[in-house]
Nanobody, 115 residues
Framework: QVQLVEAGGGLVQPGGSLRLSCVASGIAFRFYAMNWYRQAPGKQRELVATITSGGSTTYVDSVSGRFTISRDNGKNTVYLQMNSLKPEDTAVYYC?????????WGQGTQVTVSS
């Protein structure tokens, strides 16, 4: 059974940092790309960052230069380091993986950026 479990969300002031983690189980983690998405209240879920099995990364423009996605294949974990956080980064953050055309989502972790 595939499971994705996120952690690391919380309340942070503007300009602050958080690091999210997502631990995967039930998949051969190192072979699959991993994604971070987010969903703000009243908005559609959006793709934030992707890391391929080979370690290549892409970001949505709004977070480029502030967020960094990385992976540790030995720990079956993908990370999202978020720096210079802004109030508009407030959302529930989800990790996602597609395994043999089946999409798996984590339960999400809330990030709130507020003074």
């Amino acid at each position: 059974q595939v499971q994705l479990v996120e952690a690391g969300g919380g309340l942070v002031q503007p300009g602050g940092s958080l690091r999210l983690s997502c631990v995967a189980s039930g998949i051969a983690f190192r072979f699959y790309a991993m994604n971070w998405y987010r969903q703000a209240p009243g908005k559609q879920r959006e793709l934030v960052a992707t890391i391929t099995s080979g370690g290549s990364t892409t970001y949505v423009d709004s977070v480029s230069g502030r967020f960094t996605i990385s992976r540790d294949n030995g720990k079956n974990t993908v990370y999202l380091q978020m720096n210079s956080l802004k109030p508009e980064d407030t959302a529930v953050y989800y990790c996602k993986s597609s395994v043999r055309n089946v999409v798996y989502w984590g339960q999400g972790t809330q990030v709130t950026v507020s003074s």
